[in-house]
């Protein structure tokens, strides 16, 4: 993404370890002030490393903010303070949205369809990571069936209104949409 483009809305979706948070960054890199927006919580040692290691990752002039529920807010909060806006990810914030707004399915894609809302509304660019879960075997239980099927609504209202929508695939991104005039 090139400095002082137009806005664009960039959904970088993948499996786990499929290289796309690491596409994800490479697609800015040079694209003057950056706001990394975090949804992850560092609830266990696991967890707190692979922050830890994602945060070295990071090019040092890149602002972090935290947002595990109020992803929203932090959204508008950083529109036309910085060029490109990367939100990773979506996986995360959807399964932190599931504990604190009860599993409900109305409320957390009330929760995406705010989203969007901010993301019609913002100024910078925006590069948001996400998995794709819906291509695996049908979940055992309750609680997993859930989830798959909420992120996967959230997923497509997100690229419903996305410029640009990339599969990584062992580290290969595919294109599955590109609105005319959408480079990055």
Known sequence: ????????????????????????QNLVTNG?????????????????????????ERPAGWTTLEAPLALEDAILECSGKFDIIVV????????????????????IFARADRLCESLRQVTSSVVLVSNEVGCGIVPDNDAAR???????????????????VLLLVAGYPMTVKDVAGATS
Request: net charge positive.
């Open 1 to 24: 993404m090139k400095e002082n483009s137009s806005k664009k809305i960039t959904l970088v979706l993948g499996g786990v370890r499929s290289g796309k948070s690491h596409y994800a």
């Open 32 to 56: 003057g002030r950056v706001a990394f927006i975090a949804t992850a919580e560092a609830l266990d040692e696991e967890m707190r490393q692979r922050i830890a290691r994602h945060r070295e």
């Open 88 to 107: 990773d990810c979506l996986t995360l914030w959807t399964s932190n949205l599931m504990g604190a707004e009860d599993s409900q399915d109305e409320r």
């Open 146 to 164: 859930l989830y798959r099927d909420l992120l996967g609504g959230v997923n497509q209202r997100v690229a419903a209104i996305a410029d640009k």
